[in-house]
Nanobody, 123 residues
Framework: QVQLVESGGGLVQAGGSLRLSCAASGRTFSTYAMGWFRRAPGKERELVVAISPSGDNANYADFVKGRFTISRENAKNTVFLQMNSLKPEDTAVYYC????????????????WGQGTQVTVSS
């Protein structure tokens, strides 16, 4: 069992930055792929980026390439999402997830989920 707790969301102006954190419980964090998903109002949950257990590989959605960066610190059971050049269309609830495969983008392939943190980007 893995419990995930996100933090770092908030309100930011377009062009600004935020850094999300996801703290995981348990001793097996380093064996899980970790992902950040988001759900905007009226839309389906979608993958933002996922990272392999070692941190050597990442799978970014096209709409965040060059703006967002995922990283993880296995010694601290934490995964981060650095979000730069934020746009109003990035407004969503952002969820942290743990799973077995970092290359699967469908939410159904991911096992554990956090409660989410709201990110609002004003124009």
């Amino acid at each position: 069992q893995v419990q995930l707790v996100e933090s770092g969301g908030g309100l930011v102006q377009a062009g600004g930055s935020l850094r999300l954190s996801c703290a995981a419980s348990g001793r097996t964090f380093s064996t899980y792929a970790m992902g950040w998903f988001r759900r905007a109002p009226g839309k389906e949950r979608e993958l933002v980026v996922a990272i392999s257990p070692s941190g050597d590989n990442a799978n970014y959605a096209d709409f965040v390439k060059g703006r967002f960066t995922i990283s993880r610190e296995n010694a601290k059971n934490t995964v981060f999402l650095q979000m730069n050049s934020l746009k109003p269309e990035d407004t969503a609830v952002y969820y942290c997830a743990a799973g077995t495969s970092w290359y699967y983008s469908a939410p159904s392939f991911w096992t554990y989920w956090g409660q989410g943190t709201q990110v609002t980007v004003s124009s």
